[in-house]
């Protein structure tokens, strides 16, 4: 049974002489890992792009054990060789999505929160990995109480907020 999703990869690992195991964070289906059959080789079309963070259209095909995956269509790509410090911000957005989200959970609507977040990366690096900390915080039940103040209770007020 083949199956469609759009997807955001947040892991890639090499799984054999030829395959790649590639974690991917789909809109339709949660978290998936999948084996990408060739994607190793020089001449595959999949290999350029199966980058982290690139957001795809997949085809992929449950089997017994992990599924394949069969097609991926490029929507969206960061280019981080024009900006080399990009990349450790990559990995770690990458990091606190693969840690926070586990396989087969769905996560549809933080989906679109993720997505809308990762096109900001390249400019908003650090505002970017804040956001995704507190999304993450909000899915886990854990955001903390910005609206009143801990120690009195009363209502911050932006002019309170701001003064102290």
């Known amino acids: 049974m083949n ?3 759009e997807g955001i990869i947040t892991n890639i690992r090499d799984f054999s002489e030829s395959d790649k195991l590639v974690t991917i964070l789909t809109k339709d289906y949660g ?3 999948t084996i990408a059959k060739s994607a190793r080789k020089s001449t595959s079309r999949k290999s ?4 982290l963070l690139n957001k795809c259209k997949i085809l992929f095909t449950k089997s017994k054990s992990i599924p394949i995956l069969l097609e991926l269509e490029l929507v969206d790509n960061i280019d981080f060789n024009k900006n080399p410090d990009l990349i450790n911000y990559i990995f770690y957005f990458c990091e606190l999505l693969s840690k926070t989200f586990s ?3 769905e996560i549809e609507e933080v989906y679109d929160k993720i997505s ?3 096109t900001i990366l390249p ?3 650090f505002i970017s990995i804040i956001l995704v900390q507190l999304m993450i915080l909000n899915f886990q039940g854990a955001l903390p ?3 009143s103040c801990v120690i009195c209770s009363k209502d911050l007020t ?5 003064n102290g």
């Open 3 to 5: 199956l469609a999703s």
């Open 31 to 33: 978290v998936i890992e």
């Open 48 to 51: 350029s792009k199966i980058e």
């Open 103 to 105: 396989k087969g959970l």
């Open 116 to 118: 809308e977040i990762r």
């Open 123 to 125: 400019e908003y690096k």
């Open 145 to 147: 109480d910005l609206k």
């Open 158 to 162: 932006e002019e309170r907020f701001l």
